[in-house]
């Protein structure tokens, strides 16, 4: 399994991880299918914000929508908020 971490910018890093496990640990139901857009995309890879307080915490927008998630491990996505962007 291969992880590709780049930093495209001093506040962007490009994130391509395949084959890798979302689990949604948000409560509220907001944005269903989220797990499964940022499956996805961060699959097909995408541009993420690191959390400059947070190693491994990054926010991404998809489809019109802003993910807060933490990449635990090459394979393992937590999905930890969600709201229109």
Known sequence: MTRS???VAEDQTWLEIPA???TDLRRDGVARGGPERLRRALGNGLAAEPDP???????AEVDG????FWV?????????AAWQA
């Open 5 to 7: 971490v780049l930093t």
């Open 20 to 22: 890798l496990q979302v």
């Open 53 to 59: 307080n947070r190693s491994n915490f990054y926010e």
């Open 65 to 68: 929508l802003r993910y807060y």
């Open 72 to 80: 635990a491990s090459p394979d393992k996505v937590y999905l930890l």
